[in-house]
Nanobody, 126 residues
Framework: QVQLVDSGGGLVQAGGSLRLSCAAS????????MGWFRQAPGKEREFVAA????????YYADSVKGRFTISRDNPKNTVYLQMNNLKPEDTAVYYC???????????????????WGQGTQVTVSS
């Protein structure tokens, strides 16, 4: 059974940066796709970014494209989300996810992932 531990959230002013980390265990990390979702209070959970098992293709929600970067370090079984130029609307709980190896023909949804981290809070003040 895979375990995901999210970390790196916090309080930051608008325009600032944060880097989220997700440590994975219990699965052959390098053979699985990884991603991030977020959920703001009173809103539905939404896709943020994803990265294929081979580190090749990346996928981003339009709202974060150009500001967020997803990456992975396979020897460390860790995926990262570098978030720059943060905005108040980025405030949410961010969840790391992992899913089976596949190439997405469009932006992935929660159905493409089968394990979730516990979440880490990101708060951006104006």
């Amino acid at each position: 059974q895979v375990q995901l531990v999210d970390s790196g959230g916090g309080l930051v002013q608008a325009g600032g940066s944060l880097r989220l980390s997700c440590a994975a265990s219990g699965r052959t990390f390098r053979t699985y796709n990884m991603g991030w979702f977020r959920q703001a209070p009173g809103k539905e959970r939404e896709f943020v970014a994803a990265l294929l098992w081979n580190g090749g293709n990346t996928y981003y929600a339009d709202s974060v494209k150009g500001r967020f970067t997803i990456s992975r370090d396979n020897p460390k079984n860790t995926v990262y989300l570098q978030m720059n130029n943060l905005k108040p609307e980025d405030t949410a709980v961010y969840y790391c996810v992992t899913g089976p190896t596949k190439i997405y023909s469009k932006l992935p949804t929660s159905r493409d992932f089968d394990s979730w981290g516990q979440g880490t809070q990101v708060t951006v003040s104006s």
